[in-house]
């Protein structure tokens, strides 16, 4: 049987459902990462219930823990300094809790567990996979990349130009969001891949031109359980159109387009914001003064404001794969997106949600206007959005990421490097 080691610093959720992949086919390594709890711990019943929800999140219920290796010092101390905010220690990418450290000392971490006992394969994300990849090339070690956001440089080129044409929400573009300096170590973890898995379509196309496209392949992610008894409100006529905002407070998002585009059609909507603010902005000030804004809810709080909502409008510059999107679309929610969402993969334009182009508060405002006067038409969106939110399920993506690997992992097969 191949066996898969699978690193990941933080554990988010599509990496745990490429652990699950793997160890539901017995096709599990070992699980790389910085924190892990044991939610069955007795410690768990012991602590207050907000510290050991906050853990829980760091939980992998249904992996054995002796299959998860864990170096949780750096991590731990970063989300102290980020809840004591303590920005020096974390804000820049050479202070000495920052993200972008924690991955560099994952990488090295993980190379030294191939170099002392190889596997089959390796499995590794962006940013975090280049000693990794150089190590496992040192021992025959097949090596398998996911990318889960739009290459480094065209970030960096896009929010540079999009600075420039919306400079009163400039700093709202995080500094973490854009690392010139690590370009150059995406290109190198690119070249030692023998497979590239990317979330979208959209992903694939900002990947530079020299690598062969048979490397390359998008696994889109996967929708929650869609949900059962919902309230039957879409078709309601004798009311404003509910929309809802989820997501950073970053211009990164089309945070600006949109403002313009609720305040054309202000008079029909009732527009809610779910999201962290980044940065300091007089007009995102003045929009949330006059719009309802929560700043951090639980995800489960998400879920369920997304039951209340008609609408979810993300008219992002910049994504790998919007979870955001099927999220909302499992909840029978209309989805006013664009292409840099990497909602192409999931959404027929116009039947179970709108495309629009990025940049464009005409384009959102049109939409919006179209929905909030043809509630039929709402309805017949939504209806459709949670008949496509039960096909793209994280089931079929364990399917498809495994059956991808097991493929890599075939002896005749060759491939070629950049």
């Not at 992949?21 to 768990?44: G, I, P």
């Not at 690598?211 to 889109?220: L, W």
């Not at 939504?382 to 495994?402: D, G, H, P, V």
């Amino acid at each position: 049987m191949s066996m898969v080691l699978l690193s990941h610093v933080t554990g988010n959720a599509n990496s745990r459902q490429a652990l699950l992949a793997f160890y539901e086919r017995n096709m599990l390594d070992a699980f790389y990462t910085t924190l892990a709890w044991n939610s069955q711990s007795a410690w768990n019943r012991l602590l207050p219930a907000s510290v050991s929800k906050e853990l829980n999140r760091r939980a992998y219920p249904g992996i054995p823990m002796r299959l998860i290796h864990t170096s949780p010092f750096r991590e731990a101390c970063r989300l102290l300094s980020v809840k004591c905010q303590l920005k020096a220690l974390y804000e820049k990418h050479n202070s000495h809790f920052s993200i972008s450290r924690i991955y560099a000392h994952v990488d090295e971490w993980v190379a030294k567990a191939i170099s002392a006992r190889p596997p089959t394969a390796v499995y590794a994300y962006a940013s975090a996979a280049l000693e990794t990849f150089r190590a496992a090339r040192k021992y025959g070690v097949k090596t398998i990349y996911e990318l889960p956001t739009a290459y480094a440089q065209y970030r960096s080129d896009l929010f540079a130009e999009e600075a420039a044409l919306q400079p009163d929400f400039a700093d709202t573009i995080h500094e973490s969001l854009v690392d010139p300096g690590w370009t150059h170590r995406i290109d190198e973890e690119l070249a030692l891949a023998d497979q590239v898995i990317v979330p979208s379509g959209f992903v694939r196309l900002t990947l530079p031109a020299g690598i062969p496209g048979e490397r390359v392949q998008v696994i889109p992610y996967g929708a929650p359980a869609v949900a059962s008894g919902r309230p039957s409100r879409r078709s309601e006529g004798n009311r404003k159109l509910r929309v809802l905002y989820v997501g950073a407070l970053t211009q990164g998002k089309g945070l600006s387009y949109l403002l313009e585009a609720i305040h054309k059609v202000e008079p029909t909507v009732e527009f809610t914001i779910i999201g962290s603010r980044l940065g300091t902005c007089r007009p995102l000030d003045a929009a949330l003064q006059r719009y309802q804004w929560t700043p951090n809810v639980p995800h489960g709080d998400v879920l369920d404001a997304m039951e209340s909502n008609d609408v979810l409008v993300l008219p992002t510059l910049l994504e790998g794969f919007a979870l955001v999107v099927l999220e909302a679309m499992s909840r029978g929610m209309a989805v006013i997106t664009t292409p840099n969402s990497g909602a192409l993969d999931v959404i027929t334009n116009g039947q179970d949600g709108f495309i629009v182009p990025i940049r464009s508060s005409d384009a959102l405002a049109e939409k919006l206007s179209l929905l909030a006067n043809d509630r039929e038409l709402l309805k017949s969106v939504s209806e459709s959005a949670l008949r496509r939110a039960q096909e793209c399920t994280w089931q079929s993506y364990r399917e498809l990421l495994a059956s991808t690997v097991n493929q890599v992992l075939q002896p005749a097969k060759e491939f070629s490097h950049a």
